[in-house]
């Protein structure tokens, strides 16, 4: 009866909850969380996507009858630990987190351990710690090659010619385990052409820690791109300029603009990006980023909620991965959602037609 209770879609649960009476429901039975709180902290504001992601749990644990708290992090692993921390004391059932830092929030889950609320680590492992669940995120490696294929097939590199290319390559926050992931599947596929000398690095920055960027700011993506074209770039140009998310790669496309980048004599480098964020496809209509890497957010959500749903009444969650998220202390098991790359020729289709984005907005703020 448990199994089968705990199967039944929240929507459907309330409403069966209803016609039973809820004074006849033991207080440890799959009833009792009906209507329990759900805290979502998420790392920044600064970001359309992570808006899109506590937008979209809110509305889906809603629909199932849920209360919800949501709070977004200012991008500060302080900020965040006392928002988990306040979740926590007003009662969360379940904590659904996008870490600031993924290895900063293990005292505040060693205390929702305590408590058994269950927590899901969502998009960026939570790391460092045992107190963690489940994790529902995309296939990271996969981001990160498809970031570097787009380098491979716009620079044409398996040409049989003598053509080289001067490429720079940017990887994400260090406290984000997603960034190394990304970089190691950015660096899978450029290995082989990078060991050939059919790519150059002209300014020999190539190692994950050199090239990490605070927050992800396009700010700091910016200055680093200036810095490098100044000391790097005087006689030569830059091919491609590989970047592992669209805020960056805004950053670093502005870098490149003030440089002279993006005319008939100096064409803009090919530029990638992740999250299909709005003025990144905007950039790409306009033809300055080149593509973009999509992951559904509204699937990412989708599936935490189904897997906190699962927690909340006692059922499995979904996992499709119980081998490579390792969190230093266990392996997270997980839900691994496909990434797509988005450029000007799918664009309509992947993000137009299926609804992630209008035209309006796409025209709104261009
Ligand atoms: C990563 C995430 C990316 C991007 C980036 C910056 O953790 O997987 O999709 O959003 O953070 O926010």
Redesign the pocket.
Known sequence: MRKILAGLAGVGLALTLTACGSEEIPADSVYANQGALVGISM??KE?E??IADGDAMVEQFKAMGYTTQLEYSDNTAQMQQQQVKSLIDKGSKLLVI?AVDGSQLTDQLKLAASKDIDVIAY??LLTETQDVGYQA??D?KR?GEMQAQLLVDRLDLNANDDKTYNIEWFA??KT?R??KS?YDGNKAILQPYLQSGKVKILSGERSFKVMTTEG?SGKVAQDRMTRLLDEYYQDENVDAVLS??D?MSIGIINALKEKGYGTAEKPMPVVSG??AEIPSVQSILNNEQTAT?F?DTRELAKVAVEQGNALLTESEPIVNDTTTYDNDVKIVPTYQLNPVQVDKSNYKTLLIDSGYITEEELKAKA
Do not use: E, H, L, M
């Open positions: 790392p920044t970001s996507r992570w996008a998009d960026r995120t995309f990271n981001v994400g926050s984000d997603n960034a990304f992800y592992p998310y805020g992740q999250d890497i992951k």
